[in-house]
């Protein structure tokens, strides 16, 4: 068993002029340092807030005449995660880089675990973790001589580096390639590395930036276990990402935002009963049969004369039977069908008119 405190050396008061940026129960709180037992679990560092980690407000950043923030706002209750999903360009870089201090803002308040990043910045930074979207590795140095860096620049000794590294290299499945140079590491390898070296002090707080961009489905499905297990273990997490798929299965809440706004936010049952109702897709054999089987089924539907396509919104399976013997008894031959259940897909479709993989270029200073 042993402690250490990181990055904070001595416990001490909160000066007045931060008292307006904390919440009202904190007033007068002592600061206490990060401790990591010798689990290293997180959320060792006692959370301020009973409710929210993370609380932003109306935050705004533009770079010159780019306004790449307007207004966001959103709040992660402790131990969850949110994801922040959105095309390249939406913001979401930029909302990471002011939550983690690397950025001030232009307008607004953002509050991690009570600090103020503007006001507290110190603070702030000793209670989070954060991965980018590149591997931020040194790529000479081996999978454990990174680990023990991290562990040497948290001013952990040089006994507890080498076993937090330890730790480290088996939790992430690296312990046979802990040895070798990073540069010879496949991309997968390198993101969780990178992950890894986020973890050393094991904050409550975690931002993933894009965790799984660039890597192939097994190393992507492999970084999502270690996700899920990081929040099952009790830690609070951003995750921003452009990939539906993977806010869907990993968030606990999704923010959707696109050109600096959150222009919805909720859990993904929640945005995905927005679209509507699930859709019963049909091919016909002949273009000719369309508007004759948009009459023959109920209102709602829509057609697709290119495709030969009629979508027709249902309850339920229940009412497909209904559907296909109207249209029988109308003569109207069908080539294939399919069920369509409200994806995040639609959702962002249906916000924001286009697709989520859509591309831009979020202007970030050089």
Same mark, same amino acid.
């Given at each position: 068993?042993?402690?250490?405190?990181?990055?904070?050396?001595?416990?001490?008061?909160?000066?007045?002029?931060?008292?307006?940026?904390?919440?009202?129960?904190?007033?007068?709180?002592?600061?206490?340092?990060?401790?990591?037992?010798?689990?290293?679990?997180?959320?060792?560092?006692?959370?301020?807030?009973?409710?929210?980690?993370?609380?932003?407000?109306?935050?705004?950043?533009?770079?010159?005449?780019?306004?790449?923030?307007?207004?966001?706002?959103?709040?992660?209750?402790?131990?969850?995660?949110?994801?922040?999903?959105?095309?390249?360009?939406?913001?979401?870089?930029?909302?990471?880089?002011?939550?983690?201090?690397?950025?001030?803002?232009?307008?607004?308040?953002?509050?991690?675990?009570?600090?103020? &990043?503007? !006001? %507290?910045?110190?603070?702030?930074? *000793?209670? @989070?973790? $954060? +991965?980018? #979207? /590149?591997?931020?590795?040194?790529?000479?140095?081996?999978?454990?001589?990174?680990?023990?860096?991290?562990?040497?620049?948290?001013?952990?000794?040089?006994?507890?580096?080498?076993?937090?590294?330890?730790?480290?290299?088996?939790?992430?499945?690296?312990?046979?390639?802990?040895?070798?140079?990073?540069?010879?590491?496949?991309?997968?390898?390198?993101?969780?590395?990178?992950?890894?070296?986020?973890?050393?002090?094991?904050?409550?707080?975690?931002?993933?930036?894009?965790?799984?961009?660039?890597?192939?489905?097994?190393?992507?499905?492999?970084?999502?276990? &270690?996700? !899920? %297990?990081?929040?099952?273990?009790? *830690?609070? @997490?951003? $995750? +921003?990402? #452009? /990939?539906?798929?993977?806010?869907?299965?990993?968030?606990?809440?999704?923010?959707?935002?696109?050109?600096?706004?959150?222009?919805?936010?909720?859990?993904?049952?929640?945005?995905?009963?927005?679209?509507?109702?699930?859709?019963?897709?049909?091919?016909?054999?002949?273009?000719?049969?369309?508007?004759?089987?948009?009459?023959?089924?109920?209102?709602?539907?829509?057609?697709?004369?290119?495709?030969?396509?009629?979508?027709?919104?249902?309850?339920?399976?229940?009412?497909?039977?209904?559907?296909?013997?109207?249209?029988?008894?109308?003569?109207?031959?069908?080539?294939?069908?399919?069920?369509?259940?409200?994806?995040?897909?639609?959702?962002?479709?249906?916000?924001?008119?286009?697709?989520?993989?859509?591309?831009?270029?979020?202007?970030?200073?050089?």
């Amino acid at each position: 068993m042993f402690d250490f405190s990181i990055p904070l050396s001595t416990e001490r008061k909160r000066t007045k002029s931060s008292e307006d940026s904390v919440w009202p129960h904190e007033r007068d709180a002592e600061i206490v340092p990060p401790v990591l037992n010798s689990k290293f679990s997180p959320l060792h560092y006692p959370l301020m807030s009973e409710t929210s980690a993370v609380v932003v407000r109306n935050l705004t950043k533009a770079f010159k005449k780019v306004q790449v923030l307007e207004g966001v706002s959103f709040s992660i209750p402790c131990g969850s995660m949110l994801a922040l999903l959105g095309p390249n360009g939406a913001g979401k870089t930029t909302t990471v880089r002011i939550l983690s201090t690397l950025l001030r803002p232009d307008g607004g308040e953002v509050l991690i675990n009570g600090f103020d &990043v503007q !006001k %507290q910045s110190d603070e702030v930074r *000793a209670v @989070i973790g $954060l +991965t980018g #979207q /590149y591997a931020a590795i040194d790529e000479y140095l081996t999978g454990r001589e990174n680990l023990e860096m991290m562990g040497r620049l948290y001013h952990l000794s040089k006994e507890d580096s080498k076993r937090r590294a330890t730790e480290l290299l088996e939790q992430f499945d690296l312990t046979e390639a802990s040895t070798r140079a990073a540069k010879t590491y496949s991309g997968g390898m390198r993101r969780r590395l990178d992950l890894a070296a986020s973890l050393v002090a094991a904050p409550p707080i975690l931002f993933l930036d894009e965790p799984t961009t660039g890597l192939d489905p097994r190393s992507r499905l492999a970084m999502w276990e &270690v996700i !899920k %297990q990081l929040k099952k273990d009790g *830690a609070t @997490i951003l $995750l +921003t990402t #452009q /990939y539906l798929e993977e806010a869907d299965k990993l968030a606990d809440s999704i923010a959707v935002i696109d050109h600096g706004k959150v222009i919805a936010e909720g859990t993904a049952d929640e945005l995905k009963a927005r679209v509507g109702k699930e859709r019963l897709e049909l091919v016909l054999e002949r273009e000719g049969d369309l508007e004759k089987a948009q009459k023959t089924v109920r209102e709602g539907s829509s057609i697709d004369k290119e495709e030969r396509r009629i979508s027709i919104p249902i309850e339920g399976v229940s009412e497909v039977k209904d559907v296909l013997d109207r249209l029988q008894q109308a003569s109207i031959s069908i080539e294939s069908l399919s069920l369509h259940k409200p994806t995040l897909d639609d959702v962002f479709l249906k916000l924001t008119g286009r697709q989520a993989e859509a591309k831009q270029s979020e202007t970030v200073p050089a």
